[in-house]
């Protein structure tokens, strides 16, 4: 069974900080992993993905994820936070064969000034 | 740039009754699911829907749960007889194909609420 746990439900940073949110996987088989961002009132959009062809993935936003298959690990980064970024993000995993995502928690990023 | 779209944003309804919350994925997708957000709770997953059948379901998509695709653009969600445990947003996703790669474009969400 896949799973995905998000350590800390919620991350401050200041603006011009790094950002660092924390996923772990667990899969049974090889993972595709992505994370989404959901901005207040919107739906999840999609940051980037993991699906096997490199393991250092860019997305947008100015944001990238490092597949760490030693540490079961996929941390979402950005060098230098915005305002902007204030949003909820989630980690999810999906197992080959399976149409399902499996979402984590969800931690929320508070960008102060 | 093409999206999904969900109708109504909130929803509220009474222990017992019927809802259908509406989805219109984006045109040339094949793929469609429907997931869940109970507030305070993770996303998780329902269904999804190929070809007109269910492809893939959870544990939580029991006999009060139906999905239908009645036309070539809109896929709703019924639920039977509705629980106060079913307040939460409920989310329509998409996808060009079924293979793990492939994104999942997400709705903006349906809040339900059960009274």
């Known amino acids: 069974a896949q799973s995905v746990t998000q350590l800390g439900s919620h991350v401050s940073v200041s603006e011009g900080a790094l950002v660092l949110l924390r996923c772990n996987y667990s899969s049974s088989v090889p993972p595709y992993l992505f994370w989404y961002v959901q901005y207040p009132n919107q739906g999840l959009q999609l940051l980037l993905k993991?699906?096997?062809?490199?393991?250092l993935v860019k997305g947008i936003n100015g944001f990238e994820a490092e597949f760490k298959k030693s540490e079961t690990s996929f941390h979402l980064t950005k060098p230098s936070a915005h305002m902007s970024d204030a949003a909820e993000y989630f980690c999810?995993?999906?197992?080959?064969?399976?149409?399902?995502?499996?979402f984590g928690t969800g931690t929320r990023l508070l960008v102060s000034p | 740039e093409p999206e999904v779209t969900q109708t109504p944003s909130h929803q509220v309804t009474q222990m017992g009754q019927e809802v259908i919350l509406r989805c219109v994925p984006i045109?040339?997708?094949?793929?469609f699911y429907w997931y869940r957000q109970i507030l305070g709770q993770k996303v998780e997953f329902l269904v999804s829907f190929y070809n007109n059948e269910i492809s893939e379901k959870s544990e939580i998509f029991d006999d009060q749960f139906s999905v239908e695709r009645p036309d070539g653009s809109n896929f709703t969600l019924k639920i039977r007889s509705t629980k106060l445990e079913d307040s939460a947003m409920y989310f329509c996703?998409?996808?060009?194909?079924?293979?793990?790669?492939?994104?999942?474009?997400f709705g903006p969400g349906t809040r339900l609420t059960v009274t």
């Open positions: 045109s040339n997708h094949l793929y």
């Open positions: 996703a998409s996808s060009e194909a079924g293979q793990e790669s492939y994104e999942q474009y």
């Open positions: 993991y699906t096997s062809a490199a393991t």
């Open positions: 999810a995993v999906r197992g080959a064969g399976f149409q399902k995502l499996v």
